[in-house]
């Protein structure tokens, strides 16, 4: 079969998703101002240009606090497990922009991941491990030559992921980076003891639910209590277990413990944040 033109780079080999045309974004940009349709615009210009065919935008959110990279790496982990084979996911929380931060592509079993090398990928590619990664240090696959220092998101990962999705192999992008060498950022461990797991919190989620970093499988099987803000809460299986207004635990659809308020918000209530100390404890 020939390969299908594709403008200035007809010829060149197809990596093995060709064709797949799901992008997802993820940012801090909000929606207030143009900088997420400007990336969407600069993606289909690409298309347009090397005959790709129509790309499908899935936005996993735009809501992260600005340079919260800690948040949209918990975004990322939480979303990608959920996507088709061959996604492209296309995710700017970039504090380092324009300095010493390597720009970055990832391939990994599900599809590709593109986007600063500052621990932003570290939740998904601690499920899904990174089979390949280059640093995007190739201008022939930039928006422009001499790219913004403040806007990498237009000028580099957008093009970059546009062209993963139409088929341009990883390899061709930029130059292998070792795996090990990709920056991660881990989560606080979780320390067993006797009668209980030692944890923090991770996340506060637009609901105000207080996420821990203790795993469900840790109080799979016994009863169990969480300490936190200086408050013992007793656990439950869902939210309206808890009268109105209650303080309650439980584990959450994404798998990991975390406290709530049925009908409000149990960060508002309890006055923790991330890093904070969380002890889970058998009843």
């Known amino acids: ?33 143009s900088y997420v349709g400007v990336m969407k615009g600069v993606m289909a210009e690409v298309a347009a240009e090397h005959d790709y065919g129509a790309f499908q935008f899935v936005d996993v959110t735009h809501g992260i606090a600005p340079q919260d990279v800690a948040a949209g790496r918990f975004q990322l982990g939480q979303a990608v497990p959920y996507f088709p084979m061959g996604t492209v996911h296309l995710a700017v929380v970039d504090p380092g922009v324009g300095g010493e931060r390597r720009a970055v592509a990832i391939a990994f079993e599900q599809g590709f991941l593109v986007g600063p090398d500052n621990g932003l990928f570290s939740a998904v590619l601690e499920r899904f491990p990174a089979q390949a990664a280059v640093e ?10 001499e790219p913004s220092r403040t806007f990498h998101g237009r000028d580099i990962f957008a093009p970059v992921a546009a062209h993963l999705a139409g088929g341009v192999p990883l390899e061709v992008l930029g130059d292998a980076i070792a795996l090990e060498d990709l920056v991660q950022l881990a989560i606080p461990s979780v320390v067993g003891e006797a009668d209980c797991w030692r944890g923090s919190v991770q996340h506060v989620d637009h609901f105000g639910n207080v996420i821990t970093t203790v795993e469900a499988g840790a109080v799979e099987g016994w009863g169990w209590v969480v300490e936190v803000g200086g408050r013992r809460l007793s656990a439950v299986s869902s939210y309206e277990e808890g009268e109105f207004g209650e303080l309650i635990a439980l584990v959450g659809s994404h ?29």
């Open 1 to 33: 079969m020939e390969a299908r033109s594709r403008g200035k780079l007809s010829g060149e080999p197809r990596n093995q998703w060709f064709g797949s045309s799901l992008i997802t974004l993820t940012t801090d940009f909000g929606l207030a101002d």
């Open 255 to 283: 798998g990991w413990v975390e406290v709530a308020v049925n009908g409000g918000s149990a960060v508002e209530r309890l006055k923790v944040s991330v890093g904070d100390e969380v002890v889970v404890r058998h009843a």
């Open 136 to 145: 995007l240090n190739r201008s022939k696959f930039w928006r422009v030559a």
